[in-house]
C-alpha cells in the first residue's frame, strides 16, 4: 500500500473513531488506538480538518462538528419517496420555519434529477414552500431545536429556563433522551431526564426561553424504550399510572370513516346492528384526546369513562351558552 493510501486509509479510521467518541479524543488517544506515532496524527490533521468539520476543545480534544457533518445515505427510489412525503408532513403540521428540513429536501430533490425527473420537480417545490415567507419565523424555537439535537447527539446535558403555561420562568438541567414531533398541537417536544425533580420530564420547545450546552455528558438507560414510553399514549402525553379504558360510539354517518383508519395501537371497534361502531382502547391521558373527540361533534358519544363523559357534558352546557340557544332548540 502507498503512503497516499495509508494516508486515506488511516483519514477514515480517524472519522469512524471521532463518530464513536462524540466527547472528543486526544491526538494521542488517537495515535495510540491506530497503532502511529502521534507525530503521524499531527502531521495528518490539517488534511483531515479539510475533509470533515473538527472542534478543537480546550483540554486538547478533537471532535467532529456534528452540526456540519455531511451523513452518507443512499437511498432507492421507493425510500426517497417515503422521506419526502414524511418532510411534507411535518410541513403541513408544523407552522414554524425550518430552514434544515427545507435544506434536505431541496438536497433530496437534486439527488432525484436524474432517476426521477418529474419527482424531483415536486420535491424541490415542496422544499421551496417550505421556505416562504408565511411559515412562522422563529429563531429562538430554531435554536432551542438545533442545540438538543446536538446535545442528544454528544449525550451532554443542557440548561434551560423554560416557561411554564402560568408564564413563570424555571432553570432545569435537561437531558435529552428523545425529540417527539406533536402533531395535535403543531409543535415538537424534548422528553429527558430533568434535574430538578430528578425525573422523566417532557418540555415544549417553544416555550424554552433560552438554553445553553454544558460539558456534563450522561447516558440514556438501556432499559429506556420510546415504544413502551408511548404505548398508551394518545399522542405525547404518558403516565407511570394504569392507562384508562376510554369507550366511544360513533354514529353510523361515520362509523365507515371511523374504522378506515387506525387511531391507537390498543384500539378495537365493533360495529353495531344500527351502523353505529363502538370503539374502546386504553389511553394513558384520555384528556388528550378532547380534540380530536370534539372534532366528530354530536357523531361521537363518549361512554367510558365517566369523567370524559362529564368533561363533554360541561362543554355542551357552555356553547348552548355561547350561542344562547335554549334546550328545546338544540333538540330540534
Same mark, same amino acid.
Given at each position: ?13 480517524? %472519522?469512524? *473513531? *471521532?463518530?464513536? @467518541? ?21 502531521? /495528518? ?38 422521506? @419526502? ?14 430552514? @434544515? ?22 420535491? =424541490? ?9 408565511? +411559515? ?43 425529540? %417527539? ?35 456534563? /455528558?450522561?447516558?440514556?438507560? %438501556? ?8 404505548? @398508551? ?26 374504522? %378506515?383508519?387506525?387511531?391507537?395501537? #390498543? ?8 351502523? #353505529?361502531?363502538?370503539?374502546?382502547? =386504553? ?30 357534558? +360541561? ?18
Amino acid at each position: 500500500m502507498s503512503r497516499a493510501e495509508n494516508k486515506a486509509d488511516r483519514l477514515l479510521k480517524m %472519522e469512524m *473513531l *471521532l463518530l464513536n @467518541h462524540p466527547e472528543g479524543l486526544t491526538q494521542a488517544q488517537i495515535a495510540r488506538r491506530l497503532g502511529v506515532d502521534r507525530s503521524v496524527i499531527h502531521r /495528518n490533521l490539517p488534511d483531515f480538518e479539510r475533509l470533515y468539520p473538527t472542534v478543537l476543545r480546550e483540554d486538547g480534544r478533537i471532535c467532529l462538528d456534528r452540526s456540519a457533518y455531511l451523513i452518507k445515505i443512499a437511498l432507492s427510489l421507493n425510500e426517497a419517496v417515503a422521506v @419526502h412525503l414524511a418532510a411534507r408532513l411535518m410541513a403541513t403540521r408544523m407552522d414554524r420555519h425550518n430552514p @434544515h428540513a427545507a435544506s434536505a429536501l431541496r438536497k433530496l430533490g437534486v439527488a432525484l434529477e436524474k432517476l426521477a425527473p418529474r419527482i424531483s420537480k415536486h420535491v =424541490r417545490i415542496s422544499a421551496d414552500v417550505m421556505d416562504e415567507a408565511d +411559515q412562522r419565523q422563529d429563531p429562538n424555537f430554531l435554536r432551542a431545536l438545533e442545540i438538543l439535537t446536538i446535545a442528544w447527539a454528544e449525550e451532554r446535558k443542557t440548561q434551560i429556563w423554560y416557561r411554564k403555561e402560568n408564564g413563570q420562568i424555571s432553570e432545569y438541567f435537561f437531558a435529552p433522551y428523545l425529540i %417527539e414531533p406533536y402533531a395535535i398541537g403543531q409543535t415538537v417536544y424534548g422528553i429527558g431526564y430533568c434535574e430538578p425533580p430528578g425525573a422523566l420530564r417532557t418540555f415544549k420547545v417553544e416555550r424554552i426561553e433560552r438554553i445553553e450546552m454544558t460539558q456534563i /455528558n450522561y447516558s440514556i438507560p %438501556e432499559d429506556f424504550s420510546p415504544v413502551d414510553l408511548f404505548k @398508551h399514549a394518545w399522542g405525547i402525553w404518558f403516565t407511570d399510572g394504569e392507562p384508562v379504558e376510554v369507550v366511544l360510539k360513533f354514529s353510523p354517518r361515520v362509523a365507515q370513516r371511523v374504522g %378506515e383508519t387506525r387511531w391507537h395501537r #390498543s384500539e378495537q371497534v365493533a360495529v353495531q346492528q344500527d351502523g #353505529s361502531l363502538l370503539w374502546r382502547a =386504553r389511553i394513558a391521558e384520555p384528556q388528550e384526546m378532547m380534540p380530536w373527540i370534539r372534532g366528530w361533534g354530536a357523531d361521537c358519544e363518549v361512554l367510558q369513562p365517566e369523567s370524559l363523559r362529564k368533561t363533554l357534558e +360541561q362543554e355542551v352546557r357552555k356553547l348552548v351558552e355561547v350561542y344562547q340557544l335554549s334546550w328545546s332548540e338544540t333538540i330540534q
